[in-house]
């Protein structure tokens, strides 16, 4: 089996910065394609960025990308999204999601394991 867990959300200004971390355990040899999707209140979980294994590819959703830049450190079976110039409508619980397939995924159901999410709240 294979656990995520992420850390490092929290409240910030609209135009700050915040730096997401997942961190993988187990059986990571079956990880090879990571990804963060987010669930705002009264909205389905959506996908915010992807990439592959060797963290030489990348896709991010459209209202991110320039904003948000997506990272691993393979060795460390740990991933990254670093969020910049965030906007209240960023607000959201994050989920880090691991995948046995390699590329970069974008759909939920491409993803086998995942966390239990970390609040990030931007206030205007």
């Known amino acids: 089996q294979v656990q995520v867990v992420e850390s490092g959300g929290g409240l910030v200004q609209s135009g700050g910065s915040l730096r997401l971390s997942c961190a993988a355990s187990?059986?990571?040899?079956?990880?090879?394609?990571m990804g963060w999707f987010r669930q705002a209140p009264g909205k389905e979980r959506e996908f915010v960025a992807g990439i592959n294994r060797s963290g030489n590819t990348q896709a991010y959703e459209d209202s991110v990308t320039g904003r948000f830049t997506i990272s691993r450190e393979y060795a460390k079976n740990t991933l990254y999204l670093q969020m910049n110039r965030l906007k209240p409508e960023d607000t959201a619980v994050y989920y880090c999601?691991?995948?046995?397939?390699?590329?970069?995924?974008?759909?939920?159901?491409?993803?086998?394991?995942w966390g239990q999410g970390t609040q990030v709240t931007v206030s205007s």
């Open positions: 187990g059986l990571t040899n079956n990880i090879n394609s």
């Open positions: 999601a691991a995948a046995g397939r390699n590329g970069v995924r974008t759909h939920e159901d491409e993803y086998e394991y």
